[in-house]
């Protein structure tokens, strides 16, 4: 079968088309006939070698980390609710055995795959997976109640836009930055106020919430300039590494503001998670953003399209 992968760590040039044998479902496990698989940038920290992940399969490693398409090997029980000819939605490890979404065909457990959401397509449904995930953790881990006020920084991006638009269906004032550029966006997302994104957005997200707001998603990855427009006893989810993070928790400390760390892997495995996700998404509650389709003979110029910046959505690999 055709994937996409690399044989050593480097630029958007290493990435090749090349065949693995085809994988077969075991107990508990089915296999996707892959439509289409996001590009995302832990991808492209995977490829360069940045990524602190480590692998168990063997050359080439294969990134990629969602995926959508139809189940055309089941090798579940009976009772199972995923049978051949389903179109469904999954999030991938690309650290485990098999590799990464890169493929054509994948195998995964039953339990890491819902039905694809009603009226999108394999390219649309494969947004969903891994930032929405990571959108839900944060809020998750964040628990608020009903009606209390969270930012969110990067709100124009595949994880930010998601947080804002999860936060809204949970009954929040969102706060949210973006550039001129994206300030429309962020708006049509559903944020409440969309203030400018800048070295003052703490002083932004006051002028809007002059006692502070209750919480925060980190998608810019923002970190301590982010902790003054947080009221003391308030929280914020980081959903990935900041610079100087022991200064950050330090400086969090004598904010009185509550860390976390979002970590998309721990819900692998969680098929409610996603599948409240799914739900949300065909109903027109979340926004599945594609900013590109492209071959996987293009799956370089993919990356250097992700890795220059300014993307709106998700590019997409089409198998």
Do not use: C
């Not at 995977?46 to 959508?68: C, H, K, M, N, W």
């Not at 990464?100 to 997976?129: I, M, R």
């Not at 998603?217 to 308030?234: H, N």
């Not at 799914?278 to 370089?300: D, I, S, Y």
Request: charged letters at 20%; proline letters at 6%; zero cysteines.
């Amino acid at each position: 079968m055709k994937a996409v992968g690399f044989f050593s760590f480097g630029g958007p040039e290493v990435l090749q088309v090349v065949d693995r044998d085809t994988p077969h479902a075991g107990p508990g496990e089915v296999r996707i006939r892959v439509g289409a698989a996001a590009v995302n940038p832990a991808d492209t920290l995977i490829r360069s070698g940045a990524s602190p992940l480590r692998f168990q399969g063997s050359e080439p490693i294969i990134p990629g980390l969602d995926v959508a398409g139809t189940i055309d090997e089941v090798g579940l029980g009976p009772d199972a609710d995923l049978s051949v000819g389903d179109r469904v939605i999954a999030m991938v490890n690309p650290t485990l055995r098999n590799g990464g979404g890169y493929v054509e065909q994948v195998v995964l457990p039953g339990s890491w795959v819902v039905p694809a959401p009603a009226g999108a397509d394999d390219a649309e449904a494969a947004t969903v997976p891994l930032n929405g995930l990571t959108a839900l953790r944060a809020l998750d881990q964040l628990d608020l109640a009903t009606g209390s006020t969270l930012a969110v920084t990067g709100a124009a991006g595949a994880v930010g836009g998601f947080a804002v638009q999860l936060a809204k269906v949970a009954g929040h004032r969102v706060l949210a930055d973006a550039s001129s550029a994206d300030a429309q966006l962020v708006a049509e997302l559903g944020a409440d106020e969309v203030v400018p994104r800048g070295s003052d957005v703490a002083e932004q997200f006051r002028a809007h919430a002059p006692d502070g707001v209750d919480a925060a998603v980190d998608a810019a990855a923002i970190g301590t300039p982010l902790l003054g427009a947080i009221r003391k006893g308030g929280r914020l989810a980081s959903v990935r590494g900041v610079s100087g993070q022991r200064a950050f928790e330090k400086a969090a400390e004598r904010h009185g503001v509550q860390l976390f760390a979002t970590l998309v892997h721990d819900y692998d495995g969680r098929p409610d998670r996603l599948d409240l996700l799914r739900q949300l998404a065909g109903e027109g509650k979340l926004t599945l953003r594609v900013a590109g389709r492209f071959r996987p003979e293009e799956a370089a110029h993919a990356h250097r399209l992700l890795e220059a910046g300014g993307v709106r959505g998700r590019l997409i690999l089409e198998f």
